[in-house]
């Protein structure tokens, strides 16, 4: 491990098996009664991997946002570390520091995410706001700068760099912070093939360190890569799967009722089948004469 | 085409004025920020202060001189000149006249004859240019033309981070440096968004529709691109407060003041000394 890996290990503080999240009966609506999540509950431990499947709306993006802190349920607790998420937990020295330090969250858009003028600034950002002394923040930049080999990028406006280049300032912005729990929004989406690849061995690299990671994704490959637990919402809102990655993607029948897969019809041999399918590289392509 | 154009073009200007990290290699780039604002604000002050047009000519010269010796670059010096008699003419004009500023005629511009009035006012029977208009135009043009170029001096050789950075360190609000921050990076963005709302609304159309269509449109896009703009800034703000933002914007203190940097400021603090007293010994 590079000296500048040091900076992942921070999360290997967490225990292994320490209760993290505890979502109990959580309903969120969204203004104008529009329903974002019903009745979820489950729970995540230190060190997992685990997925958040769904189609588009079903509300992948919105648990993410409750377990950042950032919503709060309407109806129903969570529990984060112990301690209840309320506007006051959250925005409360010393939780609310504690919290934010603990807890990474990658953006779907990189644009929002990215809001500093270098791409040092961007990395110092978080560190500083923990309060961390100067010489600590500059130690945690330069480790991170070097993890990520973006040393080049440093005096860059994010604004300026490449999509998958921004992916990887987003992400080295929240690994600054040493969160040892990181949230990820439909990470690996809208990126080239290498890039994609980059991120899932990086993704392993800091599960490995004992970083728990939740990801939201409706792509299939990606989670098979990167999580070995799921967590399926439906197009009602509601959590309908908490298992196995595995097994998730072995039982078409619940891919297909929550529109994850779709049913397809082509010709063989002059004969019409109809059978569910999958546009990623992980294809089942056993047909049901 | 024009408007797809204007917007483009906006575009470009602003992420090449904006996001370039680096401004210039001269030695005015290297003076610190904060030396540099308060040097430059000097100046600045000088030039509301000097009233004979001999010292601001001399002023001038000076900036200009900065401006060549700080590598700013010839040509965009002269896309900001451009813009100085352009609009400080339209505004100056009225008082080169008779109208405003009594004196000697220098050039008649209309007869309108005796007794005219305007309003509660009366219109002297010849319009002319006077002498004493023209030393206030030009009074007026060499203050705006000095403190534009000392304003382009300081944009164009320092960091615009850096430049925030220097502010803030010198007492202006943390929040309202990040908000001018935020919104120099985020134009970028915006104009990005509206010509993408161009284009997709230029993609589905065939025939140019009637003025009142066009009208429509263009309030449609309007409320469409500061929906989207909500929309961005809530996902920052999510953004910052997932890394504990708290209201309260810190920043590394980077750079400190050396030797050169005092040299500079009390070089130019000392010039507007020396052209306030002999404009007042003139």
Redesign the interface.
Same mark, same amino acid.
């Given at each position: 491990m590079r000296p500048a890996q040091q900076n992942v290990k921070v999360c290997m503080e967490s225990r292994l098996n320490e209760l993290i999240y505890e979502v109990n009966g959580a309903d969120y609506w969204y203004p104008g009664n529009v329903a974002g999540l019903r009745g979820i509950a489950f729970s995540v431990r230190a060190g997992e991997r685990v997925a958040v499947l769904g189609a588009n709306a079903s509300g992948k993006s919105t648990l993410l946002?409750l377990l950042?802190g950032?919503y709060l349920p309407s109806r129903g607790d969570v529990f984060a570390f112990g301690t209840k998420l309320t506007w006051e937990s959250v925005?409360t020295p010393p939780f609310?520091?504690q919290f934010?330090?603990r807890?990474?969250?990658l953006?779907q858009?990189s644009?929002?995410?990215l809001?500093?003028?270098?791409v040092e600034?961007e990395l110092?950002?978080?560190p500083?706001?923990?309060?961390l002394p100067?010489e600590e923040?500059?130690t945690r930049v330069e480790d991170t700068l070097q993890l990520f080999g973006i040393e080049h990028l440093r005096?860059?406006?994010p604004?300026?760099l490449s999509g998958g280049e921004k992916k990887k300032v987003a992400l080295a912005?929240?690994v600054a912070?040493s969160p040892s729990v990181i949230l990820l929004d439909e990470a690996g989406a809208d990126l080239d093939p290498r890039t994609q690849q980059w991120l899932v061995e990086f993704l392993d690299l800091l599960h490995r360190s004992g970083i728990t990671l939740i990801s939201a994704s409706h792509d299939l490959s990606f989670v098979a890569e990167t999580a070995d637990r799921a967590l399926i919402l439906s197009e009602d809102h509601r959590l309908v799967y908490d298992g196995p990655v595995k097994d998730a993607l072995a039982d078409l029948d619940l891919l297909l009722s929550v529109n994850l897969i779709h049913a397809h019809s082509h010709a063989h041999d002059g004969e019409v089948h109809v059978h569910p399918h999958l546009h990623e590289a992980w294809h089942n392509h056993e047909h049901e004469r | 085409m024009a408007v797809r154009r204007a917007l483009a073009g906006l575009a470009e200007a602003l992420?090449g004025e904006l996001?370039s990290?680096?401004r210039s290699e001269s030695w005015l780039a290297r003076i610190e920020p904060r030396a540099k604002v308060l040097g430059i604000v000097a100046l600045i002050f000088g030039t509301s202060l000097l009233n004979d047009l001999l010292p601001l000519a001399a002023l001038s010269v000076a900036a200009v001189v900065l401006a060549l010796s700080g590598r700013t670059g010839l040509r965009r010096l002269a896309k900001v000149w451009l813009g100085v008699p352009l609009f400080s003419l339209a505004i100056i004009l009225p008082a080169m006249t008779n109208l405003v500023t009594q004196g000697s005629p220098v050039a008649v511009i209309c007869h309108i004859g005796p007794g005219a009035k305007l309003g509660p006012w009366s219109i002297p029977d010849t319009i002319a240019i006077t002498s004493s208009g023209l030393v206030v135009a030009g009074r007026f043009l060499l203050r705006v033309f000095a403190s534009v170029t000392l304003a382009f001096v300081l944009i164009a050789t320092t960091d615009? @981070?850096a430049l925030?950075n220097g502010l803030r360190r010198l007492g202006m609000p943390r929040a309202f440096g990040m908000v001018l921050?935020?919104t120099q990076?985020?134009l970028?963005?915006l104009l990005r968004t509206a010509e993408e709302i161009h284009l997709a609304k230029l993609s589905r159309t065939i025939t140019a529709g009637s003025l009142r269509n066009e009208q429509r449109w263009v309030a449609a896009g309007i409320g469409s691109l500061f929906r989207r703009t909500h929309r961005?800034m809530q996902?920052?703000h999510?953004?910052?407060? @997932?890394?504990?933002?708290?209201g309260d914007?810190?920043?590394?203190?980077k750079s400190r003041l050396r030797i050169s940097d005092g040299l500079w400021l009390a070089c130019a603090i000392a010039v507007t000394a020396a052209l306030i007293l002999s404009d007042r010994l003139l």
């Open positions: 946002h950042d950032l925005e609310s520091r934010r330090q807890v990474g969250f953006f858009n644009d929002a995410q809001f500093c003028a270098s600034d110092a950002f978080g500083l706001q923990l309060r100067l923040v500059s005096e860059r406006s604004q300026t912005s929240v912070c | 992420a996001s990290p680096a615009h @981070s925030l921050a935020m990076r985020y970028a963005l961005l996902e920052v999510d953004a910052m407060l @997932s890394r504990g933002y708290d914007v810190r920043a590394t203190c």
